[in-house]
């Protein structure tokens, strides 16, 4: 019983890790690429963003694993749909009740959290197979690894197109920023940047390993 | 209300704020379908369909809730009717043509959580766009989303020739190609007025 107890306790911490890192859900199973790209082009927005993509997607785990049971199999995209949907409007209210300055920077991207693949993703790859518990864990790793990514993007794009961070200023003012950043252009050139990084890192750790050379991913 | 002329309308989604260079929306199938010149032009095609279908229904939905008051509802039932519509569509292709149906496979029923579609049912709300408008609307983001997407399709099929360094390819290269042709849509800013 204690030795149970522990596997699934070392099991749960996994869960959690794997989705920072590991499984990170923009940068190795590039989902949710809409929202990534389209409110990172400040720190604030992104951090905003990737909060509020996290409790979505822990309150929808939740519920759709204690009702895993109950969902019959034909319905259960459209029954995921509209408990995801259910919580988004949730969080647009909050949001907009919380800043409505906010709610104006993220515009319709809120809404758009139901169409995000990474939740619906999750939904169907992890919570209707798995307890509340671990789903919940899962919930706050993906999520913690979704807002982590989206925070890499703002933040790199915030200080290159605007010279600011948090909307701090870093630079003296002779500082030319880079006006394509902060564009559309800039968030796939900046995200294009941090796949290559992780690539290369990849690269690097498998090399040692592989004799073969030359095989294509 | 909303009194932007059509022809405006047209050029603006299609264009100036095309819905994937622009607004992100419907990244996925753009960089998951573009692989192709056929498939991408059918894809387009069925995305505009869905597009038209749902921006009609979302206007009439849109209207029924102002009606009974209750704007809470919006996001639930609109994601319940493109859901609905796409499983009509996949019905309809089924039934009429086996040999089309085949070719989509699984990016039909993906239309569901692309983002394009419900991204164009929300912004026209809020536009206050009226039937006519939303209807201009639908099908000049539909023709958007399938000109970058066949654009896209042009230019990686060219690139399957090129030599390029391993890290590069995959994800990272389409990205970079996808950011190259969203600052070529961005010298069409001002097109519209």
Known sequence: MERSLLESQTTGTDEFIKGLWRENPVF???????????????????????????????MSNAVI??????????????????????????????????????????????????????????????????????????????????????????????????GTLFGFQ??????QSWVVMILPSGGFFTLAAWLLVFNAVKQRRDRPQSTVEGVAP | ????????????????????????????????????????????????????????CAFGIQQLLLAIDAPYLRLISFIAVIASTVQLVEMFIKKVSPALFRTLGIFLPLITTNCAILGLALFQTNKGYDFVQCVVYALGAGSGFTLALVLMAGLREKLELAAVPDVVRGTALSLVLAGILSVAFMGFAGLGG
């Open chain 1, 28 to 58: 190795v199973q590039v989902l949710g690429m809409c929202p990534a790209l389209a409110v990172s082009n400040s720190a604030r927005n992104a951090l905003a963003m990737g909060l509020a993509t996290m409790f979505v997607l822990v």
């Open chain 2, 1 to 56: 209300m909303s009194s932007d002329p059509l022809w405006s309308i047209f050029v603006n989604a299609c264009l100036i704020n095309n819905f994937v260079l622009a607004y992100f929306l419907g990244i996925c199938p753009f960089l998951g379908v573009s692989g192709k010149l056929a498939t991408a032009t059918r894809m387009g095609g069925a995305v505009s369909f869905v597009m038209l279908v749902s921006s009609v």
């Open chain 1, 170 to 175: 870093l630079f003296h003012d002779a500082f």
């Open chain 1, 65 to 162: 694993s204690a009702l895993r049971r109950m969902i019959p199999k034909q319905v259960r995209i459209a029954t995921y749909i509209l408990v995801i949907a259910t919580f988004v409007t949730v969080v647009d209210y909050v949001i907009q009740a919380i800043s409505l300055d906010l709610h104006k920077a993220l515009g319709a991207f809120i809404a758009l959290i139901v169409v995000n693949c990474l939740i619906l993703g999750r939904a169907e790859a992890f919570a209707s197979k798995n307890s509340v518990g671990r789903s919940i864990l899962d919930g706050f790793g993906m999520g913690g690894g979704f807002s982590f990514a989206l925070l890499c993007l703002g933040a790199v794009r915030e200080i290159l197109g605007n």
